[in-house]
């Protein structure tokens, strides 16, 4: 990819959504990933299969992936994430019968003995064994493999993480086979010298062009400021979810992600080229807002336009 275009993956439908209070209708999942696509996402995290009793919000994953469009007609690459071999059994059986289907299968393998625990039961041993058997599981049936180093960068029961702890996570994913992996800020704590930093070190030991991406949480505000920190150090592929919702139920304090209106602000008045048209994610934002009857976070998703034009700035 050159190095002047970005790519953002759009998350919403399902870390954007998961942490919401009100259970929101499969029919206006759809019409959020519809709106998406609509915005110029290619890859959209379209759900998870996880445990209902403990993420409520998801428990209509199978039902909103057999409602996407069929593969054939559809622009975007379907990403569902899977905690375990049980939720990747189930993104491959959705496959069948002539259904959509996802495209892609999301590994998350915690940074942390004490947040892996609490996120999906396991210590990182226990998840690099599960991670590898996801990998394979999802590889054979064809699916693409991607991996999430969760609290990359800090962990709400452990504190700072040592980066070549992660480094080493991130080279035994890809040993496993992993097809892209992603360095996650799952509770907003990182600066971006860290981000820049710990970017550059596994661009550094990985293969050369291997595919990275970065996902980044808003907590304290830093979230735009650590993706351009992410884009200098060489990444070039960022989650976003739009009007900055989200948040992982298991991390005490964690706030949204960071915003697909930001990134696509950030990125396109900084000369670099990105794949989201921001009027209609401004839209979709408002129709959302609507959806889980609130305001959005995004501070882009409420500014005014920008630049006006000479007859509206007369009239101010």
Known sequence: MPSDTV????????????NEGCLVATHDKIGLIARCAAMGARRIEVGSFVNPQRVPQMADTAEVIAGLPPRGHRSY??????????GVARAIAGRADGMAGADEVGCVLVATDSFGLRNQGQTVADGLRATAEMIRLATADGLCAQVTIAAAFGCPFEGEVDPAHVVDLVLRTIDAGAQEVALADTIGVAVPRQVGDLCARV????????????????????????AWAAY???????????????????????AGNVATEELAYLFGHS??????????????????????????????????????????????
């Open 7 to 18: 790519e953002i993956v759009e998350v919403a439908p399902r870390d954007g959504l998961q």
């Open 77 to 86: 690459s379907a990403i569902a994430l899977c905690l375990n071999i049980r």
């Open 203 to 226: 661009i550094d030991r990985a293969p050369p062009d291997f595919p990275f991406r970065v996902h980044l949480h808003d907590t304290r505000g830093l979230g735009p400021a650590n």
């Open 232 to 254: 200098q150090a060489g990444i070039r592929t960022f989650d976003a979810a739009l009007g900055g919702l989200g948040g992982c139920p298991y991390a005490p304090g964690a």
């Open 271 to 316: 000369g670099v080229s990105n794949n989201i048209d921001l009027a209609a994610a401004r839209a979709a934002n408002q129709w959302l807002a609507g959806i889980v009857g609130r305001s959005l976070p995004s501070r882009v998703g409420r500014a005014n336009d920008f630049p006006q034009s000479v007859e509206q700035r007369a009239t101010a």
